[in-house]
T-cell receptor, first 115, second 112 residues
Framework: GPKVLQIPSHQIIDMGQMVTLNCDPV?????FYWYKQILGQQMEFLVN????????KSKLFKDQFSVERPDGSYFTLKIQPTALEDSAVYFC?????????????FGPGTRLTVL | QQNVQQSPESLIVPEGARTSLNCTFS?????YFWWYRQHSGKAPKALM?????GEKEEGRFTIHLNKASLHFSLHIRDSQPSDSALYLC????????????FGEGTQVTVIS
């Protein structure tokens, strides 16, 4: 079936540095999402993105976070600067439509460790 | 903010048995209900969805939704070792929100 790829699978960085998480969504999908999962907790919605714009974001999507998809390349989540509490697994997803009616296809996640 | 509670946290079942997983939502915000399955180290993958009260069956899997009681369940008939995974329930709202609200998951282990 359709696959979402995430690069890298693991990333370790020092607090205060910038990090970019990359997502290669399903090829004909138009809607993109990031979710955050802290160890032992549920996956939580961060943001969704369509047509070059943030459509909706949660309170977890801090000012230090940004998303973009330049020219149909990777959908990225950038954190600058990183903080210790950003350590989590970040899941990217994509869908063909917006709303709970449409299946979201997830990637395997990027495990981010901030030291 | 909606809360989603899943029970049990973990389950060990013998091969061939029936597995039942439960999910309760804290309010009626969600209109679309999904079960996702995540094998260890892999991406969560949608298993089944339901959008109105009632029951839906696909092969060995059956889901039930009762919007009045905010209860959503998944039943696996003739459980197989390949069913061993983390099962996540999720609710989605309508309109222009793409946000899914997830539970913490139930870890299922099917033993031969």
């Amino acid at each position: 079936g359709p696959k979402v790829l995430q690069i890298p699978s693991h990333q370790i960085i020092d607090m205060g540095q910038m990090v970019t998480l990359n997502c290669d969504p399903v090829s004909n999908h138009l809607y993109f999402y990031w979710y955050k999962q802290i160890l032992g907790q549920q996956m939580e919605f961060l943001v969704n993105f369509y047509n070059g714009k943030v459509m909706e974001k949660s309170k977890l999507f801090k000012d230090q976070f940004s998303v973009e998809r330049p020219d149909g390349s990777y959908f990225t989540l950038k954190i600058q600067p990183t903080a210790l509490e950003d350590s989590a697994v970040y899941f990217c997803a994509s869908s063909s439509g917006l709303g709970g009616l449409y299946e979201q296809y997830f990637g395997p996640g990027t495990r981010l460790t901030v030291l | 903010q909606q809360n989603v509670q899943q029970s049990p946290e973990s389950l060990i079942v013998p091969e061939g048995a029936r597995t039942s997983l439960n999910c309760t939502f804290s309010d009626s915000a969600s209109q679309y209900f999904w079960w996702y399955r995540q094998h260890s180290g892999k991406a969560p993958k949608a298993l089944m969805s339901i959008f109105s009260n009632g029951e839906k069956e696909e092969g060995r899997f059956t889901i039930h939704l009762n919007k009045a009681s905010l209860h959503f369940s998944l039943h696996i008939r003739d459980s197989q070792p390949s069913d061993s995974a983390l099962y996540l329930c999720a609710g989605g709202t309508g309109g222009l929100s793409g946000k899914l609200t997830f539970g913490e998951g139930t870890q299922v282990t099917v033993i031969s």
